[in-house]
T-cell receptor, first 116, second 111 residues
């Protein structure tokens, strides 16, 4: 099956710093990648949709200047949390679809961000 | 926009019993319905999906049924095993590929 990786799996940073999370599709070309946020014991909340070579489309209430998304290639998307604050602490998960994966969304393993 | 309701929020069964999780959706344009299993600290894993042109799909111990008229779909797990214990999410999607998730069901299979 299609494999999506994320890096890092866990990151701890100080308040005010920026953190970059990478999402890669390992065995297919991802036309579209999605970024989600998940709070403990809660469902997944879609933050933004990114298509390769295009600007990301953000969901209502998600600050685009806070959460910078880049989808520069068909196998890589990055999420940068700028000027992180403790309330940004969360589990961030990406998913990818397209190419040989078709319409099915395959999820990465997630990144646990803790902002001190 | 789409709204997906999922029930129950928790489900506890004995090993070997069956488990059923139900979801309803609101947008009649939705045509793709995946189910994901999420273990603690991990990303969701696709376990089965169904498209609107099919009423039922089965993969070994897992089956999904879809009733388009009533706008509901269900996950059925037979012969449950302790390793089936996890949170299960249903989702719905239309042509824009965006998934709307249910709130999840914590399934516990007791040995």
């Amino acid at each position: 099956g299609a494999v999506v990786s994320q890096h890092p799996s866990r990151v701890i940073c100080k308040s005010g710093t920026s953190v970059k999370i990478e999402c890669r599709s390992l065995d297919f070309q991802a036309t579209t990648m999605f970024w989600y946020r998940q709070f403990p014991k809660k469902s997944l909340m879609l933050m933004a949709t990114s298509n390769e070579g295009s600007k990301a489309t953000y969901e209502q209430g998600v600050e685009k200047d806070k959460f910078l998304i880049n989808h520069a290639s068909l196998t890589l998307s990055t999420l940068t949390v700028t000027s992180a604050h403790p309330e940004d602490s969360s589990f961030y998960i990406c998913s990818a679809r397209g190419g040989l994966a078709g319409d099915t969304q395959y999820f990465g393993p997630g990144t646990r961000l803790t902002v001190l | 926009g789409e709204n997906v309701e999922q029930h129950p929020s928790t489900l506890s069964v004995q090993e070997g019993d069956s488990a059923v999780i139900k979801c309803t959706y609101s947008d009649s344009a939705s045509n793709y319905f995946p189910w994901y299993k999420q273990e603690l600290g991990k990303g969701p894993q696709l376990i089965i999906d169904i498209r609107s042109n099919v009423g039922e799909k089965k993969d070994q111990r897992i089956a999904v049924t879809l009733n388009k008229t009533a706008k509901h779909f269900s996950l059925h797990i037979t012969e449950t095993q302790p390793e089936d214990s996890a949170v299960y999410f249903c989702a719905a999607s239309s042509s824009n590929y965006k998934l709307t998730f249910g709130k999840g069901t914590l399934l516990t299979v007791n040995p």
